[in-house]
């Protein structure tokens, strides 16, 4: 084992010694390769200064390309996914008697307060025929049905 190990360094000191010595610090001319010579590419991304050594060029980044994945897209998952986009808070009123304001978009979910005609709350977002409101005033939110609001004058 000891014999194999010090034959296995004796060839790797070899090869560097052949092989390992560096064109700039003998003087030869060291040629560009032909795709330094092209700009880069429009997407490539230019390494920071701070993080090439000193003398050398700085270097590219290319993004890799890779091909798509086979099986159906994925999608993020609940705590990843984007809220549904604000209808920049329109103001609307009232439109029944009294509309009862619930702490989830459904109807078995329990009642938090309750609205009288006419009352003006802001829309923060719509889902599945329910909007999520701010009360104007007090800013209380919660959810109501929202065929039962109608525009403000």
Known sequence: MFRLTAITLAAFYVVLAVFGHDPEET??????????????????????DALTAPGLPAATV????????????????????????????????????????????????????????GAEVRVVTERDGWAQIRIEGDGQEGWVSRRLLDAAP
């Open 27 to 48: 003087g030869e001319a060291v040629a560009a390769p032909p795709e330094a010579a092209a700009p880069a590419p429009a997407t490539a991304a230019t390494v920071p």
């Open 62 to 117: 290319t993004p890799a390309r890779f091909p798509p994945m086979p099986g159906p897209a994925l999608k993020p998952g609940p705590e990843y996914r984007t809220a549904p986009a604000p209808l920049s808070g329109r103001l609307l009123r009232v439109a029944t008697s009294r509309l009862n304001v619930r702490a989830a978009p459904s109807a078995s979910a329990p009642v938090t307060g309750q609205l009288g005609r």
